[in-house]
């Protein structure tokens, strides 16, 4: 597999993800004045120009993954925007968020969601965006079917740790730290597992899911200890 062509197909994903952090902080999704540390785009600038920002982040995201520079078989980039979309969509990552927002009461009054409803809304959010991010590499280098289900397995378990790291950051960090506003999650209902299962219970399941992404992994061997280290790095973030 090229590097290069690996990296182009990173960025293309990069710019779904900031698309959606531009849209997400918009005040009438999570109204959030802090982003990375510095003011939202809607806050920098206006809102019109953050939905136009995203608006062009997420057209900008398809047009790179379709190059000629991320694959010379056009089957592979084929199956690239398929997936891409698919995990951005109504199926992945804007249906979590209209999910989410519903279970906040935004449309027809608020709903408490169980354990396995938290989970389907936040695999179809970021849990979406790093699932690809893990068979985006198997796509490029045409790997073999038992190959593509161990990584489809990988980032099925650390898109759900992600988000239970996240959600416990929320709980316990602070905006200095994180570069964002924390404690928000719970000031708006959110449907977290946190909120859930609470703090000790939910580090339990984040711990779980970093063994069951090991266990997906051992085919590998060794040259997986990179993604090992990243499903550690998840969990242990600060940030």
């Known amino acids: 597999m090229d590097r290069a062509g690996a990296l182009m197909a990173g960025a293309a994903l990069e710019l779904i993800h900031c698309y959606s952090l531009v849209h997400d902080d918009l005040p009438a999704m999570d109204n959030d004045d802090l982003r990375r540390g510095r003011p939202t785009v809607h806050k920098a600038f206006d809102d019109a120009t953050a939905i136009l920002a995203g608006d062009a982040l997420l057209t900008l995201a398809f047009d790179v993954m379709a190059r000629t520079e991320v694959h010379a078989?056009?089957?592979?980039?084929?199956?690239?925007?398929l997936e891409l979309a698919r995990a951005s969509g109504l199926g992945g990552m804007a249906g979590g968020q209209m999910l989410d927002l519903a279970a906040e009461g935004r449309f027809e009054g608020k709903r408490a969601l169980n354990e396995n409803e938290i989970i389907t809304l936040q695999a179809m959010k970021t849990?979406?965006?790093?699932?690809?991010?893990?068979?985006?590499?198997?796509?490029l280098g045409k790997a073999d079917n038992a190959t593509r289900t161990s990584i489809a397995r990988y980032g099925s378990a650390i898109g759900?740790?992600?988000?239970?790291?996240?959600?416990?950051?929320d709980v316990e960090g602070d905006a200095k730290t994180l570069g964002k506003a924390a404690g928000k999650d719970a000031a708006a209902g959110k449907a977290t597992l946190v909120a859930t299962l609470g703090v000790d219970r939910a580090r339990a399941r984040l711990n779980e899911l970093v063994a069951e992404a090991n266990a997906a992994l051992a085919p590998f061997g060794s040259k997986s200890d990179m993604l090992r280290a990243t499903a550690r790095f998840i969990a242990e973030r600060k940030a």
Request: with cysteine.
């Open 73 to 81: 078989d056009p089957a592979v980039r084929t199956a690239l925007v």
């Open 127 to 139: 849990g979406a965006l790093i699932r690809f991010a893990c068979n985006a590499g198997a796509i």
């Open 160 to 169: 759900q740790a992600f988000q239970i790291a996240d959600d416990l950051l």
